[in-house]
């Protein structure tokens, strides 16, 4: 009955599909998963062409999500009094109570297999150069999309890069509630939850300022394919710890605008 879901076919054609390779043991062809993809999101196949992994992959767990959603009614959108009710929560019993709260909100609109098992949770903070107020946040993710530069040498470069702290000026000035004017200001964001499977996706293009082009980075990166612990990049206690093994990796071949 989820108005956002596909009815419950891409599940249905998943589920079908696991369990043909189960019993074919090796290859097995999903013409029928495919046929239900190009039916809910045709523009994905409509050209014929090879398409982004990645945004494939984010239209696929959504419609899974949708389709496995637990919410049988969506509550209303939170209004601006419910909003700062619990920003004053959130002040009053802590920076944990907070981020749990905004989880909480966020499982009454999204809950499924896949929420537990795929997503988590980031503080984003904006703090004035001028009064010192901070302003903070808790919102959900499903992949770290981490920006790749010709000087990184492992994923947790880019993991890093990722994690520091950004200074708006100029025309990305932020609008302080406090000076109740636009400030330079420090944006950053850190790593709360991290979920029991990671996605990462590694953005491969960067823009050449003497070409006014984009090319690829094409630089290897290393990684720990076992007991990898990103522990002390998170800004919050891991309950579960937050040490993971590679499983599945998807490469892109060619160059920027082409490939696959």
């Not at 994690?163 to 406090?178: F, N, P, S, T, V």
Request: glycine share 6%.
């Amino acid at each position: 009955d989820n108005p956002l879901g596909c009815k419950g076919e891409l599940a249905r054609g998943f589920a079908e599909l696991l369990q043909a390779l189960r019993e074919a043991g090796g290859v097995f062809n999903p013409r029928c998963l495919r046929r239900k993809f190009a039916e809910f999101a045709p523009h994905l196949f409509e050209t014929g062409e090879q398409q982004d992994v990645q945004e494939f992959l984010a239209f696929c767990l959504d419609g899974l999500h949708e389709d496995l959603s637990r919410v049988r009614k969506r509550p209303s959108p939170a209004t601006e009094s419910q909003e700062l009710q619990d920003e004053r929560l959130g002040l009053q019993h802590g920076e944990e109570f907070a981020a749990a709260l905004a989880w909480y909100r966020h499982l009454e609109r999204d809950k499924s297999f896949l929420v537990d098992l795929l997503q988590g949770q980031l503080r984003s903070s904006l703090k004035c150069s001028e009064c010192g107020y901070t302003s903070r946040r808790f919102d959900p993710f499903l992949y770290l999309s981490l920006p790749v530069t010709r000087s990184m040498s492992s994923v947790t470069d880019a993991l890093e890069k990722y994690l520091e702290a950004e200074d708006l000026r100029g025309e990305e000035q932020w609008h302080c509630a406090r000076c109740n004017k636009k400030v330079d200001a420090s944006k950053k964001i850190d790593l709360w939850k991290l979920p029991p499977v990671l996605i990462l996706h590694l953005k491969r293009f960067e823009f050449d300022v003497v070409t006014k082009s984009f090319t690829k980075t094409d630089n290897r990166l290393y990684m720990k394919l076992a007991s990898l612990d990103l522990s002390d990049l998170c800004s919050s206690p891991q309950k579960a710890g937050a040490t993971y093994d590679v499983v599945c990796v998807a490469n892109h071949s060619g160059a920027y605008g082409s490939g696959h």
